[in-house]
């Protein structure tokens, strides 16, 4: 595949999803047309099917002409997919294979989910100030292995059993352990791997490669091992005290949920789902909020941060990427809310209005 990012021309494949996923991309559009403007950048956008608006029109969660444009693309910018109205779990398709079909037919084995404690927000968060104050997690989450693709047996025609398997090769650990070191090297060199080594097997062979892949090529980086029941306690207790956190599909999954409380809502929460080459996959955390969807109520902030990740980490345009993290902290601090991270005296604005706030931040400061 062949990927040249000259003249600062770039095709996105946007999949708006379902939920409040079309108006949180939308925003995100805002404030990436607001950043090729200001930066000299074409940013060509096309839309596509996913999930259930994909079920709905087509029969699958993932329809060919989807991954063909996702194929022909640098990034992609994903909302959200699920909802109750495919929540059958007798039903032959899921929206959610939408998204497990793009991780995988992309080989996005690497997701990275920056968890950060904005200074303006720390009141909005259940934990006591003190605790949340100066956090700046990034997490690293195996995206394409264990629980989530190992073997399974769907319970079976008497219903009476099934199963799901952590499988893990030796392979599959190294690079996303290599890539989660990388990144602490260009931090604070501390990395911390998250496991259940005293129970499970696949968490034993995790973290014998984890420790021999770090010692051997990242000897200036300060690795710990911590196992996940205890690292979930340390993760409310004292998450200041966290750098890089890489681990496995599932414990990932979870953890980063948790994490979301640190930030003062899962509204805030972007992701960036890597492989080797482009297209990278980039979404928010959160999922389609169906309670919310349509009412203008969405926080479109982790769906606009996942918009700086594509630019840091699927175009290598790191100002520009600064450029909207900035934005966004300015609105903050002006004390723009939307309803999940409101509090007293704060100016509480809708998905459109906090979208044009943080994009006419950014057309100012050009
Ligand atoms: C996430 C979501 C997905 C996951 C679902 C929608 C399949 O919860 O991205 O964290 O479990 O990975
Ligand atoms: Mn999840």
Same mark, same amino acid.
């Given at each position: 595949m062949e990927h040249s990012f000259s003249m600062g021309r770039f095709v996105i494949t946007v999949l708006p999803g379902d939920g409040i996923g079309p108006e949180v991309t939308a925003e995100a559009l805002r404030v990436l047309e607001a950043?090729?403007?200001?930066?000299?950048? &074409?940013?060509?956008?096309?839309?596509?099917?996913?999930?259930?608006? !994909?079920?709905?029109?087509?029969?699958?969660?993932l329809p060919p002409e989807t991954l063909d444009r996702c194929r022909r693309s640098d990034a992609i910018l994903l909302g959200a997919v699920g909802g109750p109205k495919w929540d059958d779990p007798a039903a032959p398709?899921?929206? +959610?294979?939408?998204?497990?079909?793009? %991780?995988? $037919?992309?080989?996005?084995?690497?997701?990275?989910?920056?968890? %950060?404690?904005?200074?303006?927000?720390?009141?909005?968060?259940?934990?006591?100030?003190?605790?949340? &104050? *100066?956090?700046?997690?990034?997490?690293?989450? +195996?995206?394409?292995?264990?629980?989530?693709? *190992?073997?399974?047996?769907?319970?079976?025609? =008497?219903?009476?059993?099934?199963? =799901?398997? /952590?499988?893990?090769?030796?392979?599959?650990?190294?690079?996303?352990?290599?890539?989660?070191?990388?990144?602490?090297?260009? %931090?604070?060199?501390k990395l911390t791997s998250v496991d259940k080594a005293n129970v499970l097997a696949a968490s034993r062979l995790w973290r014998r490669v984890t420790e021999a892949v770090v010692r051997r090529e990242f000897p200036d980086l300060a690795l710990e091992h911590i196992l996940v029941d205890a690292f979930a306690m340390h993760l409310i207790r004292r998450p200041a005290v966290f750098d890089v956190v890489v681990t496995e599909n599932m414990f990932g999954d979870i953890l980063t949920d948790e994490a979301a409380v640190l930030a003062g809502s899962m509204g805030m929460l972007p992701s960036a789902s890597l492989g080797e080459a482009p297209p990278g996959l980039f979404e928010p955390v959160h999922g389609s909020a169906p309670d919310i969807a349509g009412r203008d109520l969405a926080n479109p902030i982790g769906a606009i941060l996942s918009g700086a990740l594509m630019l840091r980490y699927g175009f290598?345009?790191?100002?520009?990427?600064?450029?909207? +993290? &900035? !934005?966004?902290?300015?609105?903050?601090?002006?004390?723009?809310?939307?309803?999940?991270? $409101? =509090?007293?005296?704060?100016?509480?604005?809708?998905?459109?209005? /906090? *979208?044009?706030?943080?994009?006419?931040?950014? %057309?100012?400061?050009?």
């Open positions: 950043v090729g403007h200001r930066f000299g950048h &074409q940013f060509e956008f096309h839309e596509a099917l996913v999930g259930g608006a !994909a079920i709905d029109a087509t029969g699958s969660p398709v899921r929206p +959610e294979q939408g998204l497990l079909g793009l %991780r995988k $037919a992309f080989d996005l084995f690497a997701n990275l989910r920056p968890v %950060r404690a904005f200074s303006p927000l720390l009141h909005a968060t259940p934990l006591k100030a003190g605790i949340v &104050q *100066g956090v700046d997690i990034l997490f690293v989450r +195996e995206l394409t292995g264990g629980l989530y693709f *190992g073997p399974r047996q769907e319970a079976g025609p =008497d219903g009476e059993e099934a199963y =799901d398997t /952590m499988r893990y090769t030796r392979a599959e650990i190294e690079r996303v352990v290599r890539l989660a070191a990388r990144l602490a090297q260009g %931090r604070r060199k290598g345009l790191e100002a520009e990427a600064r450029a909207i +993290e &900035q !934005a966004v902290e300015a609105v903050l601090e002006a004390g723009y809310r939307t309803q999940d991270i $409101a =509090d007293g005296e704060a100016r509480v604005v809708g998905t459109k209005e /906090m *979208g044009e706030a943080i994009a006419q931040y950014i %057309r100012s400061e050009a």
